[in-house]
């Protein structure tokens, strides 16, 4: 029974993740330069690797959690 129970909680934990992959920003278009909730300026690796982001690394994380409760 235990091992059936972990079972399940690893295949909703994949689905879970899945999901959240299938769902997640798709960014396009120009990076902002500055952040668009702190000012703070968005380094210019950041802006090519997300393409269109328009907050900061910390702004974003902060949003993300926000987001996930």
């Known amino acids: ?5 972990l079972e399940l909680a690893e295949a909703h934990q994949a689905e879970m993740l899945q999901h959240r992959i299938d769902n997640r920003v ?3 278009g120009v990076s ?3 952040c668009d909730d702190c ?3 968005i ?9 269109g982001c328009r907050f900061c690394v910390q702004c974003q994380g902060r949003a993300e959690r926000l987001a996930c409760r």
């Open 1 to 5: 029974m235990d091992e059936r129970f």
């Open 26 to 28: 798709r960014y396009t």
């Open 32 to 34: 902002a330069e500055e």
């Open 39 to 41: 000012g703070d300026d």
């Open 43 to 51: 380094p210019k690796a950041r802006q090519l690797a997300v393409p």
